[in-house]
């Protein structure tokens, strides 16, 4: 029999509840000093990941969330004995309580944010085309000015070879900062309201940003009024806001888990 | 838990709401499956940390895949969208 893990909690006591996990197995928690483990039996040997066992895990983590902080376990994570999970639960004894205490009251909002990267990527093209044609217009870098000393004669085909890269450095260099602005902007509307937040820029050209953000529980509403606000503006920006969720993105855990430095605790 | 997902196009057909339910799906595979309590080495047993790490790089970009797909066609200003 195996031990399937969903989450450490802020408490040593039964679970009072009925709660049922994967395969159906009742869900308890295994106390180590002041805080738990919240685990059910697994008599399968290894747990497949299909959509409904991941749906479970979290539902179990949710149900949980009602009454305790939580720290949520990565799905799959499964012990062969009670003597390795309280192993574990001695090894990250101390990183456990400081993430509990950090994360108490507070929940996890998400937002993707899709741009059309295409789209803004013609556009910062068009620019500069404009601008190669009104170089006294537009405040170009030197080598895309005519006349300039610097600038790069299209008869040679290595220098014709080196514009273009140069052209193409210069058009994701712009396409960067924009990304970087466009981020600034949509930050603004949560940065004040959210604890800690973590931000991923473009994962892929289309997702601008994928944004966790650690928002107290009393300021929900705020924050889910700052998306309001946030998605009424006129921008051609698209969002996924989702939440709240347990705190999976802001769990830190400071001490590495390997065998070697476990067997040295 | 009273979750939320919201995206621009919220319209109420059948098919929606199962996007809807996708994109939700998406949103807990992108958690769950490499983020939170991390535990590894040989005394848990757990699908290879790569696959997890790879199978979360899939759900990201399905995820995203799917909210092109939610949100329709050509890419317009978020104010000419239904909301």
Same mark, same amino acid.
């Given at each position: 029999m195996?031990?399937y893990?969903y989450g450490?909690? @802020?408490?040593?006591?039964t679970? @009072?509840?009925t709660?049922f996990?994967?395969?159906g197995?009742?869900?308890?928690?295994?106390?180590?000093?002041?805080?738990?483990m919240?685990?059910s039996?697994?008599r399968?040997?290894?747990?497949?990941?299909? %959509?409904?066992n991941?749906?479970k895990?979290?539902?179990v983590?949710?149900?949980?969330?009602?009454k305790?902080?939580v720290?949520?376990i990565r799905?799959?994570?499964?012990?062969?004995t009670?003597?390795?999970?309280?192993?574990t639960?001695?090894?990250y004894?101390?990183?456990?309580? %400081?993430n509990?205490?950090r994360?108490?009251?507070?929940?996890?909002?998400g #937002?993707?944010?899709?741009?059309p990267?295409?789209t803004?990527?013609?556009r910062?093209?068009?620019?500069?085309?404009?601008?190669?044609?009104?170089p006294?217009r #537009? !405040?170009?870098?030197?080598?895309f000015?005519?006349?300039?000393?610097?600038s790069?004669s299209t008869?040679s085909?290595?220098?014709?070879?080196?514009?273009?890269?140069f052209?193409e450095?210069i058009i994701?260099?712009?396409?960067q900062e924009?990304?970087?602005?466009?981020?600034?902007?949509v930050?603004?509307?949560?940065n004040?309201?959210?604890?800690?937040?973590?931000?991923?820029?473009?994962?892929?050209?289309?997702l601008l940003l994928?944004?966790s953000?650690l928002?107290?529980?009393d300021?929900?509403?705020?924050?889910?009024?700052a998306?309001?606000?946030?998605?009424?503006?006129?921008? !051609?920006?698209k969002?996924?806001f989702?939440?709240?969720?347990?705190?999976?993105?802001?769990?830190?855990?400071t001490?590495?888990?390997?065998?070697v @430095?476990?067997?040295?605790v | 838990?009273?979750?939320?997902?919201?995206t621009?196009?919220?319209?109420n057909?059948?098919?929606d709401?199962?996007k809807?339910e996708?994109?939700t799906?998406l949103?807990i595979?992108?958690r769950?499956?490499?983020? +939170?309590?991390?535990?590894?080495? @040989?005394?848990?047993?757990?699908?290879a940390d790569?696959?997890?790490v790879?199978l +979360?790089?899939?759900?990201l970009?399905?995820?995203?895949?799917?909210m092109?797909r939610l949100? +329709?066609?050509?890419?317009? +200003?978020?104010?000419e969208?239904p909301?």
């Amino acid at each position: 029999m195996k031990i399937y893990a969903y989450g450490i909690i @802020d408490s040593k006591d039964t679970i @009072d509840e009925t709660i049922f996990g994967l395969e159906g197995a009742s869900v308890y928690n295994i106390s180590y000093r002041d805080i738990g483990m919240v685990v059910s039996e697994l008599r399968q040997k290894l747990q497949e990941i299909t %959509d409904a066992n991941v749906l479970k895990h979290e539902e179990v983590i949710e149900a949980l969330m009602m009454k305790s902080t939580v720290l949520p376990i990565r799905f799959s994570t499964i012990f062969y004995t009670k003597e390795d999970l309280l192993s574990t639960m001695l090894f990250y004894y101390q990183d456990f309580i %400081d993430n509990l205490a950090r994360l108490r009251n507070k929940v996890e909002f998400g #937002i993707k944010v899709i741009w059309p990267a295409d789209t803004i990527k013609q556009r910062i093209v068009d620019v500069y085309h404009k601008a190669e044609h009104n170089p006294e217009r #537009i !405040d170009l870098p030197i080598p895309f000015k005519e006349g300039s000393n610097v600038s790069i004669s299209t008869e040679s085909p290595a220098k014709t070879f080196v514009k273009e890269k140069f052209h193409e450095h210069i058009i994701e260099k712009e396409f960067q900062e924009e990304a970087d602005r466009c981020i600034q902007v949509v930050d603004d509307y949560f940065n004040r309201i959210a604890c800690e937040k973590k931000l991923k820029r473009l994962q892929t050209e289309s997702l601008l940003l994928n944004a966790s953000y650690l928002v107290d529980k009393d300021r929900q509403n705020e924050f889910k009024q700052a998306f309001e606000q946030l998605k009424n503006a006129p921008s !051609d920006l698209k969002f996924l806001f989702s939440g709240p969720w347990p705190c999976y993105n802001f769990v830190t855990l400071t001490k590495k888990s390997s065998s070697v @430095d476990y067997f040295m605790v | 838990m009273d979750r939320q997902i919201k995206t621009l196009q919220d319209k109420n057909s059948y098919l929606d709401l199962r996007k809807q339910e996708r994109v939700t799906l998406l949103e807990i595979l992108d958690r769950a499956l490499d983020k +939170g309590v991390v535990i590894s080495g @040989d005394i848990v047993i757990s699908v290879a940390d790569v696959d997890l790490v790879y199978l +979360g790089l899939k759900v990201l970009l399905s995820s995203v895949e799917t909210m092109e797909r939610l949100r +329709g066609a050509p890419m317009a +200003g978020a104010q000419e969208e239904p909301t």
